[in-house]
């Protein structure tokens, strides 16, 4: 149990243009998911918290506008790069709490 | 708030050999989690072990198991009789206690470790 699912896993994009990935809890509910990013052979740095139902809490540095964050259902959380660039290509993970974090197997985004 | 530190960015080990991966961590809190994640090649984050702060006893998972000095602050990961497939970059990761809400990880700047024949 407690699976979680991402996708798409690898995106190409063109500049300017937005981007959605989709988390999903496959065997549970959760209330809250989170969003990482990670760099190359870095580790991984929370973006934000999704509440589901609420609004997210994005952690500082994180533009708000930039990386939209939708929780709209128990099992579903969205995370969407709007106007990406090419400083925003990098590796997305998300994780659902179910008493403690699982996480999904991660998107790679490269923007053009 | 609360930092994670890992001061080896890289750690090998022959087969079947044991090692050692270091975490020290910095917080104000009395309750709280730490966790030994795993992330393969396949960037799959795993966790490995957990241990609640409250708790005297190391934990221990099978070929895992923590050294966990809470007056130290450190929590360290003990993998013995290691395997090809132990190969992968190790994080250790720190949670504040029950707040009756989700609360969010901070992650140390990992370990990679290799595994040699």
């Known amino acids: 149990g407690a699976v979680v699912s991402q996708h798409p896993s690898r995106v190409i994009c063109k500049s300017g243009t937005s981007v959605k990935i989709e988390c999903r809890s496959l065997?549970?509910?959760?209330?809250?998911m989170f969003w990482y990013r990670q760099f190359p052979k870095q580790s991984l740095m929370l973006m934000a918290t999704s509440n589901e139902g609420s609004k997210a809490t994005y952690e500082q540095g994180v533009e708000k506008d930039k990386f939209l964050i939708n929780h709209a259902s128990l099992t579903l959380s969205t995370l969407t790069v709007t106007s990406a660039h090419p400083e925003d290509s990098s590796f997305y993970i998300c994780?659902?709490?179910?008493?403690?974090?699982?996480f999904g197997p991660g998107t790679r985004l490269t923007v053009l | 708030a609360q930092t994670v530190t890992q001061s080896q960015p890289e750690m090998s080990v022959q087969e079947a050999e044991t090692v050692t991966l270091s975490c020290t961590y910095d917080t104000s809190e009395s309750d709280y989690y730490l966790f030994w994640y795993k992330q393969p090649p396949s960037r799959q984050m795993i966790l490995v072990i957990r241990?609640?702060?409250?708790?005297?006893q190391n934990a221990t998972e099978n070929r895992f198991s923590v050294n966990f000095q809470k007056a130290a602050k450190s929590f360290s990961l003990k993998i013995s009789d290691s395997q090809l497939g132990d190969a992968a970059m190790y994080f250790c990761a720190y949670r504040r206690g029950n707040t009756g809400t989700a609360s969010k990880l901070t992650f140390g700047t990992g370990t990679r470790l290799q595994v040699t024949l």
């Open positions: 065997d549970f509910q959760a209330t809250t």
């Open positions: 241990q609640e702060a409250y708790k005297q």
């Open positions: 994780s659902a709490e179910n008493n403690e974090q699982f």
